[in-house]
């Protein structure tokens, strides 16, 4: 208690000198009033005509032109002024009134370079943007540009993600490495890997505008996340007035499917109002094979396993300017997934020395309930002054709610056929877990640089409750032996120092510090009576975590960018619990309270030009965490996480733009890299596996007559490795869509096909001492979906409101 006490305060102190800090940086001592003018592009602009006017009557005090380099600059008397640039003969920029009183540096000034008035801009469709675009560090995929990626949930959008693979186990990958972070608008969700899966599956992909993805976050991010940070950004209208748009589908693969998705906003002088709502309904088959062979025995196992869940998500949130620099906000959103499921195993049994039918088991796990609700509430307040200052403040709150229920019978058979044995149980498992994050994030001119500090602290306190019941008989009989709670809370304060600087025309770097202490506690409660001894586990440890980067920008308008950044992955708090759950009567999960965090080093380069983008990067893993297959008495499987070792991986990634004709696009990923596992468990031995692995995405569109917009996407992942000793057999997917815009472009229809050739199958082999194992994955990856989308309202926003909203603002730090 006094050790989280002690982390509030320190939280406090720091909030309360960020304020004190805004405060003194709203009244700078130094009358020079200067900027930098750069295009959207980041190209310095030269020749743009500014006009200096007194605030009060219009009349022009004095004008002038950008430098080359984009500088400027006015020697003024203290007053109020406003600066407006032309560029090309359009109005590009108009700033607010600036209150003069010492001299001012506007900082870079983004203008557009396009010759056409800002004066009322009309929101126009995603069409005229690139399918990838790449802003230092980070790679955007426009997943609103998408044919195919409209109609379905998030979590199959960030699938379609380059780079990214999404693990049976719902685990994220990213170019090879393991323990890439998911964020939503630039925030953690502070949920694992299971339930980070139902989340996603409750958002509508058409509620995403990107997807964000950088390999080496700066010191202003948290550090965890092995594989670099994936942040999806929702669509957010910046128009004035009321305006929505509303989106239906339907889809099929087995069964049908329907889902909804509604976006409103109201705009108006210092308010901004906005929602959401979401719907997916339908079942959603999978199959999947878990076969092995172990002490002369051959486990042939098939599951036909139907998810009967519907899911809901909304979203209502507030921003409201108090003036020109600062805002304050508030977002409320829900999401809800709920719904049976029925899973039918079989599993026959064989010798292995004469392939002769020994036994078979005939399962049944009938699920009565699986829910999963989670409720999070945001407020922030931005500050962003004239001088380059900024303050935000985030405080969070979360609650993630989830329950399940499951019936499983298990009956054994002799070869002809007759009953030998019964044994049938139900669980019930419920998952309680709320989260709450306190951060602020200042920055403030240091020379030509700019200073960013803040802190942090988040807490996750999760409640697993696990109850097993006999059922065989009339009454349902608890087993106080295979029965328990895990609680497990985790504190983490941070703070960091970063320090970034442009040190002429073509260089800048940035160079940073990240400290994270890390306090948790596990505590295994086994039923009172049982045979189970409690269990606690303590764990304090401090970390720190430097990042560095520098830019070089060339004059053929290429740009170099080489970083390094440290990172963690924490061990998921379910991995932590020592406790052991059924699968079926064959097979249990179990946990490991001794499995510590795994680091990782990388060090990128990448080199942008025009259309073409290629990065390399090498990452070296220390403690890499996998879960494990044992063979027990009786031959039973336990699955346990532990750390088997490091892992090397040299990475090659190439991005290009092809405009091939009038009428035909193409965007292509293609990412090689060669890892290496040095891995090995003191009961199964040391392991050396290396091996090239790769993949390629290809998008195209293609422009036909009558206005429709043709989409074909193909992705080729080749064979690869993971964990001790495990070979992922290759896979690809091909999708199709067509679309039409219709209603004077406020409506369109999408017609897309995904998986035609249904080849986006997951296959494994394993083998440790005498276990081998073979699995297979096979989902409802083949769908055909049609959907059709209406905009409504205003399409038309103002120059001088071109502020960022608080959620914006911090979408925009990924």
């Known amino acids: 208690m006094i050790h989280s006490i002690s982390k509030r305060s320190y939280i406090l102190i720091l909030f309360i000198s960020c304020f004190f800090l805004n405060v003194l940086a709203q009244n700078p001592k130094g009358i020079i009033l200067k900027g930098l003018i750069k295009s959207a592009n980041n190209e310095a602009v030269d020749g743009a005509t500014l006009l200096l006017k007194d605030s009060k009557n219009g009349q022009t005090i004095k004008q002038g032109l950008s430098n080359p380099d984009g500088s400027f600059s006015f020697d003024l008397a203290p007053g109020t002024y406003v600066i407006s640039i032309s560029y090309l003969g359009a109005l590009s920029y108009q700033s607010e009134p600036l209150n003069l009183v010492d001299k001012m540096d506007l900082g870079i000034l983004k203008i557009e370079t396009n010759p056409r008035s800002l004066k009322e801009v009309v929101i126009q469709s995603s069409g005229n943007k690139p399918l990838i675009k790449i802003e230092g560090r980070k790679m955007i995929y426009n997943l609103e540009k998408s044919i195919t990626g409209q109609g379905s949930n998030a979590l199959e959008a960030l699938k379609k993600t380059p780079g990214i693979i999404v693990n049976q186990d719902n685990s994220i990958t990213l170019n090879g490495t393991s323990g890439a972070l998911v964020m939503i608008n630039g925030r953690q969700t502070y949920l694992q890997a299971e339930e980070l899966a139902q989340l996603l599956k409750t958002m509508s992909a058409s509620d995403l505008k990107s997807i964000e993805v950088i390999k080496n976050p700066s ?46 906003n109201f705009r108006q002088g210092k308010v901004n109002l906005f929602g959401s709502y979401n719907h997916n309904f339908g079942h959603f088959a999978m199959d999947y094979d878990n076969d092995r062979t172990t002490n002369g025995k051959i486990y042939l196992n098939s599951n036909h396993d139907v998810d009967k869940r519907h899911s809901m998500g909304s979203t209502v949130g507030l921003d409201y300017a108090i003036d020109t620099t600062k805002t304050l906000g508030m977002v409320m959103n829900a999401n809800f997934s709920g719904g049976g499921g029925l ?63 499951n019936l499983s019978t298990n009956t054994l058979y002799s070869p002809d056929g007759n009953l030998i044995s019964t044994n049938n149980f139900l669980v019930a498992n419920s998952r309680d877990i709320k989260m709450y994050a306190l951060k602020a994030d200042y920055g403030f001119p240091i020379g030509k640089g700019r200073m960013l500090t803040g802190a942090k602290f988040s807490e996750v306190s999760a409640n697993n409750v696990f109850d097993q019941y006999d059922v065989n008989g009339p009454t349902p009989i608890i087993d106080i032996n295979l029965s328990n709670t895990f609680n497990y809370k985790e504190q983490i304060t941070a703070g960091y120092l970063k320090y970034e600087t442009t040190i002429n025309d073509a260089f800048n770097f940035d ?123 009786d031959n039973i499987i336990h699955m346990v996480p532990r750390n088997i070792g490091l892992q090397n991986n040299l990475n090659l990634t190439l991005t290009q733009q092809l405009n091939l004709a009038k009428w035909w696009n193409m965007t292509l990923t293609g990412i090689g890299y060669r890892l290496e596992n040095k891995v090995g468990t003191q009961e199964y031995g040391n392991y050396n596996r290396s091996r090239f692995a790769g993949t390629i995405n290809a998008q195209q569109t ?95 926003i103002k120059a001088k409101d071109n502020r960022e909203s608080g959620l914006e603002n911090e979408s925009q730090r990924l």
Do not use: C
Not at 364 to 391: C, F, I, M, V, W
Not at 713 to 723: C, D, E, H, P, R
């Open 343 to 405: 899973i039918t195993p079989i599993t026959n049994i064989y010798d292995q020395s004469t392939n002769q039918l020994l036994q078979t088991l005939k399962s049944n796990s009938d699920y009565p309930e699986q829910k999963a609700h989670r409720y999070n509430a945001n407020l922030n307040y931005r500050y962003k002054g004239n001088n380059r200052t900024t303050l935000d403040i985030d405080a969070d709150y979360g609650i993630f709610d989830a329950a399940t229920k």
């Open 511 to 633: 160079i940073g510090l990240r400290l994270e202490n890390t306090h948790s506690e596990g505590e295994l409660q086994p039923r009172e009576g049982s045979n189970i001894a409690a269990t606690t586990v303590l764990r304090n440890y401090l970390n720190a975590f430097p990042t560095a980067a520098i830019t070089y920008k060339t004059k053929e308008s290429g740009s170099y960018n080489l970083s390094f950044a440290r990172r963690i992955d924490r061990p998921a708090y379910n991995n932590l619990n020592p406790f052991s759950y059924p699968v079926d009567e064959l097979s249990y999960w179990k946990g490991n309270p001794f499995l510590k965090p795994q680091y990782a080093n990388t060090l990128a380069l990448q080199y942008s030009y025009k259309k073409t983008t290629i990065s390399t990067s090498y990452t070296h893993t220390t403690d890499i965490s996998s879960s494990i297959t044992e063979v027990l008495q």
């Open 702 to 796: 293609f422009n036909l007559p009558a206005g429709i917009t043709a989409e074909a996407v193909a992705v080729l992942n080749s064979k690869n490795i993971s964990g001790l000793n495990t070979y992922i057999k290759g896979n690809s997917q091909i999708d199709l869509g067509l679309q039409k815009n219709l209603m004077n472009n406020q409506a369109t229809l999408r017609l897309a096909a995904s998986d035609i050739f249904k080849f986006n199958k997951i296959s494994t082999d394993t083998q440790l001492n005498n276990l081998l194992l073979h699995t297979t994955y096979a989902g409802e990856t083949r769908q055909i979906r049609l959907n059709f989308s209406y905009r409504f309202g205003n399409n038309k």
């Open 219 to 264: 010191a202003e991010y948290d550090a965890a996340g092995t594989g670099g940070i994936v942040n999806l950004v929702l669509q957010k209208s910046i128009a004035e007035g009321f305006n929505g748009s509303i989106n239906n589908g339907i889809a099929y693969g087995l069964s049908l499917k329907q889902n909804t998705n509604m976006n409103l």
